[in-house]
């Protein structure tokens, strides 16, 4: 399914960009700008490399703006630019990136311990043997108070390149899955593993600490 066209917003500030409005620029480059880092880096060698990628990106960005149909979102056409440039100077580079080494090496691989399931031969097979961690009784300020933000920031922080940038557009920042699909050059399928990965190990971390939280 193709991704939704420009919305409104997206074309109120593609006149202003048209206008030569800096304020409506630098608000892009604000909201943009360290995920665009980011997604350049797992393309190129150094971060030096990844801030050239990204400045030009918004030359091309600028330069284009007059091509652009709204036939995606601006970010998304954004992004698309930015991926772009990324994958052809890290191929200048020699920088052949293999996209297990972004995605993870462990797609195929279970998303949680098959141990935490009943098998075949038992009743209720599939279905958990013991039930994950149950959060819910815990004081609202101790699941949602700063050291929990932290623990799932560090949670996605740790994550292979590709699985962190998917679930950091998706559940942080509200992209819709066809934008990060579209933004990040994924199949449908490929877009939708890495989240349920992200979520699975990200769910992992945060049980974790709110365990330790309930005993402390």
Do not use: C
Not at 23 to 38: K, Q, S, Y
Not at 96 to 123: K, Q, R, T, Y
Not at 178 to 184: G, I, K, S
């Amino acid at each position: 399914m193709d991704e939704r066209r420009a919305s409104g917003d997206d074309l109120a500030l593609l006149e202003r960009l048209r206008a030569g409005d800096e304020d409506a620029f630098m608000e892009l480059v604000n909201a943009l700008g360290p995920a665009m880092r980011r997604v350049a880096r797992m393309f190129v060698s150094t971060d030096a490399v990844a801030d050239e990628v990204v400045q030009d990106a918004w030359l091309g960005v600028l330069q284009g703006l007059d091509r652009y149909e709204g036939r995606a979102s601006l970010r998304t056409w954004i992004f698309k630019i930015l991926v772009n440039i990324a994958k052809t100077r890290g191929q200048r580079e020699g920088r052949s990136v293999p996209f297990a080494a972004i995605a993870g090496e462990d797609l195929d691989e279970p998303a949680f311990d098959p141990s935490m399931f009943n098998s075949s031969g038992e009743a209720w097979a599939g279905h958990w043997s013991t039930l994950p961690f149950d959060w819910r009784g815990l004081p609202e300020e101790r699941t949602t108070g700063r050291e929990t933000l932290r623990a799932i920031g560090t949670a996605i922080d740790t994550l292979p390149p590709m699985q962190a940038e998917v679930i950091r557009l998706r559940d942080v920042l509200g992209w819709t899955s066809d934008e990060v699909r579209n933004a990040l050059d994924l199949t449908e399928t490929n877009q939708r593993v890495l989240l349920h990965r992200a979520r699975a190990k990200v769910r992992r971390a945060l049980e974790e600490h709110l365990r330790s939280v309930s005993q402390a």
